[in-house]
């Protein structure tokens, strides 16, 4: 990195961070190691799979994940875009 807009990279991580300390951490009351790992655990996939967020347009990060993916074209599809069909490149 050039150390331009380091602040914007990391902003994400942070709020993510953030919540996690907000939303579990503080509010947890763990025995022990385990346990909070656990528990921990248990958060992120819940903040994943089922906490929807305002700036996602009130979906999942899965959900948008995952659209962003299966929409994707794969490899074979757009090597033959590139080159174009046997038809073009015999004619």
């Known amino acids: 990195m050039d150390g331009r807009g380091r602040c914007m990279d990391n902003i994400f991580t942070e709020r993510l961070w953030r919540s996690v300390k907000y939303e579990e951490v503080y509010t947890g ?8 790992r656990e528990n921990l655990g248990r958060y992120l996939v819940f903040y994943n799979e089922a906490r929807v967020h305002q700036a996602l347009g009130y979906k999942t990060p899965a959900e948008v994940y995952f659209a962003k993916i299966s929409s994707e074209p794969t490899n ?4 033959a875009n590139r080159l174009g069909s046997s038809s073009e490149r015999s004619a």
């Open 29 to 36: 009351e763990y025995e022990n190691l385990p346990q909070a």
């Open 76 to 79: 074979e599809v757009s090597c």
